[in-house]
């Protein structure tokens, strides 16, 4: 798994740093949410960028602002009680925060795209599949019936659908999780997007059928040349899809780096935590997993300091009282908010 | 299809034999007798043997059982037989207000429609803005208000302005042309109780359109609509509104059947000739046959609408398919 990803990143120099042009960028994100309990800061400050056909992958646990940062790209928190109070995410060079609600109506679904989590939900009920793929085209492009129906039937054949023409006709009750998720694929990709983010893609479906839809996804986002973020919190997906990953936890990016060196070499502890919790091919098979000691923080009363500290073996007395920042560390291109992370760098090469 | 719908109307055959069991036990467990109510009327001896006569005339005498069945074989040919009351034939008084009574209640279940699922729409979509509070203040305004008082607001509003306006007062006209002869006739009679119900029916509906979109709206595919890039008009009337309305139909049937034997008191204010009216005297006169045919058309009226409901039910929603 991990020596895949690995060479995947070796023999595409391309997904590199800085030589292929930014297609998003995300710049001190924050998304708060306003509820009886208090503020919460769901996403809070968070940076990074996407390149063109670029998949990166966004980790963390239940939580930690993985989805509302993904949500906030598209100006989709329900507001109230959500709302993006800072930063800026440049689409092309265009700052979406400041577009006008025509205006990014017009990017979603026809430059940036999303797949959500739940199939069985994010189709509508009681309108034929053929209806909700042809609205957005007919919205964006300017299609007729005639012109969106084929299209339509085109891009079901394109996720993997027999007999599109007469699929087109049916209600989402006919479709099972795995055939309704690539309808969403197929939705998503309806008018040539440039980015699509996928919100925990797999999380509702078996198994077997994840990796499928995983198997699809990379392949039209390869071919089509679309740039991906997965949501997810299952390592094994970074490991094989993405180019590089981001770790969130408690509404901040810990960690980001190439996969295959978070992987390799983890600098929190937080991403080492988590590495630890999965079975892994390529370290010896230990007795039993190690999960995340602890709960995540509640995000309403954050103190001073790391947030993981209290759920730290690390920890050091520093840590209580200031917040690390993201610093380089390991390899280049390698960042993580930790100041133990050398000691961090060090403990899975120890452990194998 | 075919196969539920002929499932569905075999099914009505016990609800109304439920239903005449129990209105023919019912009204003879009333104390009281049409045939003493007939002849007391207002002197005070009677013979009676004049009471037996009458008794036997209208088939009393008989025993419970001989005239219950008596009852559903006259109902099975659509011979309802005559009032005890008024001697007419049965069919004839109905059918006399029925037509007044069916578009009154359809009249105010077009108003309430008309006025429902707009209002409903606006103030969830609006949720608590200004519209929003109008909504529902305009709303619990209708439901707390009975609408015979409403009735009695509007005829005085009616007066007044009218003897203000021509000088002299104007009155909705009391007796019924059918709207296809004298159409501006028969609206200026039936337009302002079917306002007055109609107002009430809305409320009701209000809320509940409002209610159920507010739910749909926080709906997944809804929130898919919106990521696909579609105009808010478009998500609220195509995605929203489409499953929102089950809730709101279903209130809808069961109101309209309602109104068909309800309108009791607004018949009264507005001095209609309806069924609601025919119902109460039918009862307090010890109408048997009346009664029970009444109570046989209101209940055959219930289960029709609940059939069109269901009906609608599978059109709005594809998952829902009769068997």
């Given at each position: 798994m991990v020596a895949r990803a690995r060479r995947g990143a070796a023999d595409e120099p391309?997904?590199?740093?800085?030589t292929v042009a930014k297609l998003l960028e995300i710049d001190g994100l924050r998304t708060q949410f306003l509820t009886s309990a208090g503020v919460i800061k769901a996403v809070d400050g968070i940076s990074y960028d996407v390149n063109e056909g670029e998949t990166i992958a966004i980790v963390g646990e239940s939580g930690c602002g993985k989805s509302i940062s993904a949500l906030s790209i598209l100006r989709l928190i329900p507001n109230p009680p959500g709302r993006i109070v800072g930063g800026s995410i440049r689409f092309r060079g265009r700052d979406l925060l400041q577009l006008s609600e025509e205006e990014i109506r017009n990017v979603r679904g026809r430059d940036i795209a999303m797949v959500f989590q739940e199939p069985m939900t994010s189709l509508?009920?009681?309108?034929?599949v053929g209806r909700q793929l042809t609205e957005t085209l007919q919205q964006h492009l300017n299609m007729t019936r005639e012109q969106a129906n084929a299209r339509a039937a085109e891009l079901l054949g394109m996720v993997g659908i027999a007999e599109p023409e007469r699929r087109?006709?049916?209600?989402?009750?006919?479709?099972?999780g795995g055939m309704r998720q690539r309808v969403m694929i197929a939705m998503a990709l309806c008018c040539d997007p440039k980015l699509i983010i996928a919100d925990e893609?797999?999380?509702?479906?078996d198994v077997t059928i994840q990796a499928q839809i995983l198997e699809l996804m990379k392949d039209l986002t390869r071919r089509l040349g679309v740039a991906l973020i997965v949501i997810t919190h299952n390592l094994g997906i970074v490991a094989r899809y993405a180019d590089r990953v981001n770790v969130m936890y408690a509404g901040k990016i810990i960690e980001s780096g190439p996969a295959a060196e978070i992987y390799r070499d983890p600098q929190h502890p937080y991403t080492l935590a988590l590495l630890r919790s999965v079975p892994r091919m390529d370290q010896p098979r230990r007795a039993r997993l190690d999960p995340v000691r602890g709960q995540p923080p509640d995000l309403s009363r954050l103190g001073d300091g790391c947030a993981f500290a209290p759920r730290c073996g690390f920890a050091v007395a520093r840590c209580s009282r200031e917040t690390p920042q993201l610093a380089p560390a390991g390899a280049p291109g390698h960042i993580a908010a930790c100041w133990e992370s050398e000691r961090v760098s060090g403990a899975l090469k120890r452990a194998s | 299809m075919y196969q539920y719908i002929v499932k569905r109307l075999l099914l009505m055959i016990p609800t109304l034999l439920g239903a005449a069991l129990l209105v023919f036990v019912l009204m003879r467990l009333i104390p009281g007798d049409v045939c003493v109510l007939r002849m007391v009327g207002g002197a005070g001896y009677v013979d009676p043997k004049a009471i037996e006569q009458c008794r036997i005339d209208l088939g009393l005498n008989r025993t419970y059982v001989i005239q219950f069945l008596d009852f559903i074989w006259g109902f099975i040919r659509f011979d309802l037989g005559n009032s005890m009351w008024t001697g007419r034939p049965i069919v004839e008084e109905i059918s006399l207000r029925f037509e007044l009574s069916l578009q009154i209640a359809l009249m105010a279940t077009l108003t309430a429609i008309l006025l429902a699922i707009p209002l409903g729409t606006i103030s969830a979509v609006k949720q608590n803005t200004w519209i929003d509070y109008a909504v529902r203040g305009f709303s619990i305004a209708g439901i707390a208000m009975p609408s015979f008082w409403l009735g009695i607001l509007i005829i005085l509003g009616l007066l007044i302005t009218t003897k203000g306006l021509f000088g002299s007062p104007w009155m909705p006209p009391i007796k019924y042309v059918p709207l296809w002869v004298d159409p501006l006739y028969n609206l200026s009679m039936t337009i302002f109780p079917a306002l007055a119900t109609g107002y009430r029916y809305s409320a009701v509906a209000t809320r509940m359109t409002r209610s159920a979109l507010l739910e749909v709206l926080r709906e997944d595919y809804v929130r898919t609509a919106r990521a696909k890039g579609l105009i808010q008009k478009l998500i609220i009337r195509r995605h929203a509104l489409k499953n929102a309305l089950l809730p709101v139909v279903t209130i809808i049937g069961i109101e309209f059947a309602f109104l068909m034997g309800g309108l009791v008191v607004t018949e009264q204010v507005f001095n209609l000739n309806g069924l609601g009216k025919l119902f109460v005297a039918s009862v307090t006169n010890h109408d048997y046959a009346m009664t029970q045919a009444l109570v046989m058309l209101v209940v055959a009226i219930f289960v029709f609408t609940n059939f069109v409901v269901d009906i609608i039910y599978a059109w709005l929603d594809p998952r829902i398919r009769y068997r």
């Open positions: 391309g997904h590199g740093w800085g509508n009920p009681v309108l034929t087109l006709k049916q209600y989402p009750h006919h479709f099972s893609p797999t999380t509702a479906l | -």
